[in-house]
């Protein structure tokens, strides 16, 4: 491979290395929700994902939390997953599962 075909590796993506399972991280209990952050693995980058629970077994209510947002990194990826995701928990409360 040559030198400006290396290069131009590094700035062009190839869907097809795409990986799309979300591979869960610590949950984190805030204001009676549960956040569960799942990194979408895109790219070489990170998508902001996490699922929100409230609730247990009958009453449990799930929602899939997932932003356009990507990450170079997985671990700042789950800090801002978990940032946005109270900021939605705090905007939506109990609607979020309407």
Do not use: W
Request: overall charge negative; hydrophobic content about 40%; glycine content about 6%.
């Amino acid at each position: 491979m040559g030198f400006l075909s290396s290069i131009t590796s590094l700035f062009s993506s190839n869907t097809s290395e795409a990986t799309t399972t979300a591979e869960e991280a610590a949950s984190e209990a805030y204001n009676g929700f549960i956040i569960t952050p799942a990194p979408i693995a895109e790219g070489g980058q990170f998508r902001v994902a996490a699922t929100i629970t409230k609730g247990e077994d009958e009453t449990l209510q799930t929602h899939q939390f997932i932003r356009s947002d990507l990450v170079v990194s997985r671990d700042e990826c789950i800090e801002i997953t978990i940032r946005k995701a109270k900021m939605t928990v705090d905007q939506l409360a109990d609607s979020l599962f309407n």
